[in-house]
């Protein structure tokens, strides 16, 4: 027997030392795949559904094995979860002293030189940025990890954040004044020592990037490396492989500049002249382009005459900034530190508008003020591959949602994994009990116009029904906005909407409430995680296809075609049929979890791919007809209540009891004090009657 089975059989160390663990047997069966895996020094891809207890299953055997584990998570949240949480509680049982470690991305921790840097410069930051300055100051005095994440009062998009932080760009390294107590370098050293490191996506590639150009590296050697939420990590690691260059980083770079000249080289004004003109043609460069934010393909761009006319300055204007600060190298720390930023911006400027390119995307993005050039491989599959391939460790690839269908083979083509082992774990739900899927009939084509009205028709009976315990997931923001919009007339429900505050809040307020409907985007089809009767009825518009405007997406499809592919069969319906299935597991969540998943998406009727997606998604009741949803969904609203009324009054009874218990104790006392002051009375009366007799007797033996 292995070591796993061992560990999580019935009479295992697990469910003596963790309280309410439940056996499962795919949780031990992907514990035995991850532990052979480690031995092997082999890649594995586990799909393994909602409810196996991946987590237990993967940290188990790889702090067993006592070798070197990167765990790397999809988010921030996650991260903090599995190192203050999942891991504390595992090593306990398990009896395992390793050390672990939690590293963020540069950006968490405080930059203690920039602190100082903006510690007299206000004429640079407004009020607001002031005001949150000060609070850091406060804040940076106590901190022992300078992780920013400790400051709850502050927002997660607070203007000070880049005044106090730092990036790859503008930090100085080991010639930074502050190296030896720079927070990061810190987190860095714990990690090196550690035996089990948890990271994110983002800093994981960004480190493997960084060492694959030569330029060093931040996440330490291992010899098991797991990938939890991994169904996130070909569009993250194509990010990483690429390159991009935005307005925004040369306006930092402009104001960076400018600080240097007011603290340390102030007779170099020059510096500030060319900086400010590269931050002005960058702005207007952005000003070619519609006001709306949207993406776009970049090599049509380039074929404009503005727009080449607007590129030729910025070139221009790097060119002189760059001859500029020439002139002063080695004067200031910061400064050269800039001088290799520009540097980099010119190299990067030069592929991006390098329109002959093979094998890569050229596409833009702009925001409300700024514009991002991106290059971005087509495919990552044999630069990953090779990464794999050497040196020869263990890969854990895990996801509830890494199957399109019934294989793996969209994932392992993406990613170069060809020759891993797979595994596919079905989620311990009784789906068939717990859950129904409705694709109701009689619906327009999703994008007809009547089709909005539809939505807001099935929303308005799906609130009634579940009492308002409810998701509504969208694939555009337009019409998530043109729901809420006209909903707010129509349910006396709390109406939350993502993007009117952060998706923290949202969620927060969403559990507070008795009654809330919460609207979201693809911020919410993923990473969240809400039980039991809070959430019993998930609405979705209609298919995540990806917009066929992406230029990303289109260069993809062209290079399938180019390749003799199928685009849509290849691409487009495995994308669409994984985030389907993110969407859908926001549902079901627990054991005792009921509701009702809604499609309003004719095509899972009408199209010969429909298929696909149906064998993608958990094997739910399904029905056509939406009454039998809102029977469903009244059902659980009414067990709800009913179980809330029982709760209530055990609660009250409960209260009654401790009430009377109180009184009759308050009772017992008042008895005992009367009882102990009686006591104390007859005792003063038998002192004061021994006290006299004594007197008398003395005066009569003096008489």
């Known amino acids: 027997m292995s070591k796993s089975s061992k560990l999580f059989a019935q009479d295992g160390i697990l469910s003596q030392a963790i309280p309410g663990f439940t056996v499962r047997q795919a949780q031990t069966d992907m514990a035995n795949a991850v532990e052979e895996a480690i031995e092997q020094k082999s890649p594995?891809?586990?799909?393994?559904?909602?409810?196996?207890?991946?987590?237990?299953?993967?940290?188990?055997?790889?702090?067993?094995?006592?070798?070197?584990?990167?765990?790397?998570?999809?988010?921030?949240?996650?991260?903090?979860?599995?190192y203050h949480r999942d891991l504390p509680l595992i090593k306990k049982a398990i009896g395992v002293n390793g050390k672990i470690a939690l590293l963020k991305g540069r950006s968490n921790y405080l930059c203690l030189h920039r602190l100082r840097q903006h510690g007299g410069s206000s004429t640079l930051l407004d009020k607001t940025t002031m005001?949150?300055?000060?609070?850091?100051?406060?804040?940076?005095?106590?901190?022992?990890?300078?992780?920013?994440?400790?400051?709850?009062?502050?927002?997660?998009?607070?203007?000070?954040?880049?005044?106090?932080?730092?990036t790859v760009d503008n930090c100085l390294g080991k010639d930074c004044p502050d190296y030896e107590d720079c927070y990061m370098i810190k987190a860095r050293r714990k990690a090196l020592d550690a035996d089990l490191v948890v990271v994110n996506h983002h800093l994981f590639f960004a480190d493997m990037a960084l060492k694959d150009t030569g330029f060093g590296e931040l996440i330490p050697e291992a010899d098991v490396v797991i990938f939890d939420e991994a169904h996130q990590i070909p569009d993250i690691a194509s990010e990483y492989f690429g390159e991009a260059l935005s307005s925004r980083q040369l306006h930092d770079l402009s104001r960076d500049l400018e600080l240097v000249y007011r603290t340390?080289?102030?007779?170099?004004?020059?510096?500030?002249?060319?900086?400010?003109?590269?931050?002005?043609?960058?702005?207007?460069?952005?000003?070619?382009?519609?006001e709306q934010a949207q993406k776009g393909n970049w090599r049509e761009m380039l074929a404009r005459n503005d727009v080449q006319t607007q590129i030729s300055k910025l070139i221009d204007s790097l060119d002189v900034l760059y001859e500029v600060i020439k002139l002063h190298l080695s004067r200031d720390k910061d400064l050269d530190s800039i001088f290799e930023r520009v540097s980099d911006a010119r190299m990067k400027l030069t592929r991006l508008t390098d329109a002959n390119q093979k094998g890569v995307s050229l596409w833009y993005e702009t925001t409300m003020r700024h514009i991002v050039l991106h290059l971005t491989p087509l495919s990552i599959a044999a630069k990953f591959s090779k990464i794999v391939s050497t040196p020869e460790r263990a890969w854990i690839f895990t996801s509830a949602t890494l199957m399109v269908g019934d294989a793996f083979d969209h994932f392992q083509r993406q990613m170069g994994l060809q020759q891993a082992k797979t595994l596919s774990l079905d989620s311990p739900f009784d789906y068939q009990k717990q859950a129904m899927l409705c694709v109701p009939r009689f619906l327009p084509e999703p994008n007809a116009r009547e089709m909005r009205q539809t939505l807001l028709d099935i929303s308005i009976k799906l609130i009634a029904a579940s009492g308002g315990r409810c998701f509504l997931l969208f694939t555009s923001h337009a019409t998530l906005r043109a729901i809420a919009g006209m909903l707010e007339d129509k349910v006396d429900n709390p109406i939350l909407v993502q993007g009117t505050t952060t998706k923290r809040a949202l969620l927060e307020s969403y559990v507070k409430s008795d009654n809330a409907v919460l609207l979201g985007t693809g911020a919410f089809w993923e990473g969240v995680d809400v039980r039991g009767n809070d959430l019993t009825c998930v609405l979705i518009d209609k298919l995540p296809f990806a917009s066929p405007d992406d230029p990303l997406l289109q260069a993809r499809i062209e290079d399938c075609r180019k390749a003799g592919g199928n685009p849509?069969?290849?691409?487009?319906?495995?994308?669409?049929?994984?985030?389907?299935?993110?969407?859908?597991?926001?549902?079901?969540r627990d054991e005792t979890d009921r509701g009702v998943l809604v499609i309003c998406d004719n095509r899972l009727v009408t199209k010969d791919y429909a298929k696909t997606f149906l064998r993608s998604l958990p094997d739910m009741k399904r029905t056509r007809h939406l009454p039998n949803a809102l029977a469903f969904l009244e059902e659980i609203h009414e067990d709800a209540q009913q179980t809330k009324k029982a709760l209530k009054a055990a609660k009250k009874s409960a209260d009654d009891q401790c009430r009377q218990d109180a009184v009759n104790t308050g009772t017992r006392v008042k008895e005992e004090h009367v009882s102990q002051e009686v006591t104390q009375d007859t005792s003063r009366d038998i002192s004061q009657n021994i006290a006299t007799g004594t007197n008398d007797i003395l005066k009569k033996e003096a008489q």
């Open 131 to 166: 005001v949150e300055l000060s609070d850091v100051r406060r804040w940076a005095t106590s901190t022992k990890t300078g992780d920013m994440g400790e400051m709850k009062t502050l927002a997660e998009d607070a203007k000070v954040l880049p005044f106090v932080t730092s």
């Open 568 to 588: 849509f069969g290849q691409l487009q319906i495995p994308q669409a049929a994984i985030a389907l299935k993110q969407g859908a597991g926001r549902l079901i």
């Open 44 to 82: 594995l891809i586990v799909e393994a559904g909602t409810g196996t207890g991946k987590t237990f299953a993967y940290l188990a055997p790889a702090l067993q094995s006592k070798k070197k584990t990167i765990v790397s998570t999809g988010t921030k949240n996650l991260q903090e979860q599995l």
């Open 264 to 290: 340390s080289l102030k007779d170099a004004k020059q510096l500030h002249s060319a900086g400010e003109k590269c931050k002005m043609i960058s702005a207007d460069l952005r000003l070619l382009f519609p």
